[in-house]
């Protein structure tokens, strides 16, 4: 049970650290952190419905359409309707979105340089076949 425990400090540990350096990040961009992970979120998987994107970052579509708001008026992202199903709209990254993801994955590609620079090419590969599995658990 020990090794659990110490798993258990040592991962809210990554995460808080991850979590600051995140904040940091964002301070002083104008934009807060759940519009960053929603650039995020569009930029990695393409534009998808306002109820996939909520289920994703975790929020009701109502706390999604006041940040959507706000990032439709900062020329982040757009909205659109489905192609194939008339009821639903779609939210996008704008040219604009796209810049701001793009500029955000360098930086978050720097990161994972950094804090794996003393790891071999065999630990790196285990690293994501552990932390792959852990998502998978999510």
């Known amino acids: 049970m020990k090794d659990i425990e110490q798993l258990n400090h040592t991962i809210i540990e ?9 904040q940091s990040v964002v301070r002083g961009k104008g934009f807060s952190l759940p519009q960053v992970h ?31 708001d706000k990032m439709v008026l900062a020329e982040l992202i757009q909205r659109r309707p489905h192609e194939s199903d ?9 040219e604009k979105g796209v810049e ?7 930086l978050h590609l720097s990161l994972t340089q950094d ?5 071999d090419d065999t630990e790196r590969k285990n690293l994501l076949m552990y932390l792959t599995k852990m998502n998978q658990e999510f």
């Open 14 to 22: 990554f995460y808080e650290k991850l979590s600051s350096w995140e």
């Open 38 to 68: 929603i650039v995020e979120i569009l930029g990695a998987h393409g534009a998808m419905r306002m109820k996939e994107l909520a289920d994703k970052i975790g929020v009701t579509t109502g706390t999604l359409t006041v940040q959507v």
């Open 86 to 94: 008339r009821r639903s709209i779609l939210v996008d990254l704008t």
């Open 100 to 106: 701001m993801y793009q500029e955000h994955d360098h």
């Open 115 to 119: 804090i794996t620079a003393k790891l």
